[in-house]
């Protein structure tokens, strides 16, 4: 089993460049979350998805969508990238018992 | 707000010695509580899970909860320079969020 997997692992835009950060999971978790992780913030929950066919805000939801496109896949999505958005973005799969599984991560640098 | 308090360290330890990392929280309705390892560049990584309170121990690893006292820790016995990573304290009241500690960060000397 795979476990988490994000792609890509980099990436590298422009302001105002759209992209897209993929993530699936095959634990057949119900709950699937994305963080973003700041040096001195912490992981930051942007949005969550308590099942398949619902989303909700995190803490930090601005400049961001997200689509849960069926149990396994959970995608996030910059519009308008901005250099604020420069961080690494984290998919999480959360057990029945809320223990939450990561994904490796992805590095984006917006310059 | 929520709040979960960690040392930020480094906690500087010798291989062998028993390392203690310590996380305090501000919800009383707290009720799960975890502890995750993350290696710089990499990904948390979840190493222990406990629910209730007195201790839960798991290999070299033993967590510790006061839910009367707002305080979670966790040893590490016989510590090893692999053990060398930042320690995440993280809290849910089984609503939706995780909240997360910023981290101690561990060093273990040879």
């Known amino acids: 089993n795979a476990g988490v997997t994000q792609t890509p692992k980099f990436q590298v835009l422009k302001t105002g460049q759209s992209m897209t950060l993929q993530c699936a999971q095959d634990?057949?978790?119900?709950?699937m979350y994305w963080y973003r992780q700041d040096p001195g913030m912490g992981l930051r929950l942007i949005y969550y998805?308590?099942?398949?066919?619902?989303?909700d805000k995190g803490e930090v939801p601005n400049g961001y969508n997200v689509s849960r496109l069926n149990k396994r896949e959970f995608s996030l999505r910059l519009e308008s990238a901005a250099p604020s958005q420069t961080s690494v973005y984290f998919c999480?799969?959360?057990?029945?018992?809320?223990?939450?599984?990561f994904g490796p991560g992805t590095r984006l640098t917006v310059t | 707000q929520k709040e979960v308090e960690q040392n930020s360290g480094p906690l500087s330890v010798p291989e062998g010695a028993i390392a203690s990392l310590n996380c305090t929280y501000s919800?009383?309705?707290?009720?799960?509580f975890f502890w995750y390892r993350q290696y710089s560049g990499k990904s948390p990584e979840l190493i222990m899970s406990?629910?209730?309170?007195g201790d839960k121990e798991d290999g070299r690893f033993t967590a510790q909860l006061n839910k009367a006292s707002q305080y979670v820790s966790l040893l590490i016995r016989d510590s090893q320079p692999s053990d060398s990573a930042t320690y995440l304290c993280?809290?849910?009241?089984?609503?939706?969020?995780?909240?997360f500690g910023k981290g101690t960060s561990l060093l273990v000397t040879p």
């Open positions: 919800d009383r309705v707290s009720q799960s």
């Open positions: 406990i629910y209730s309170n």
């Open positions: 993280a809290v849910s009241n089984s609503g939706y969020a995780l909240n």
């Open positions: 998805s308590a099942s398949e066919g619902t989303t």
């Open positions: 634990m057949n978790h119900n709950s």
């Open positions: 999480a799969s959360v057990s029945g018992s809320s223990e939450q599984y």
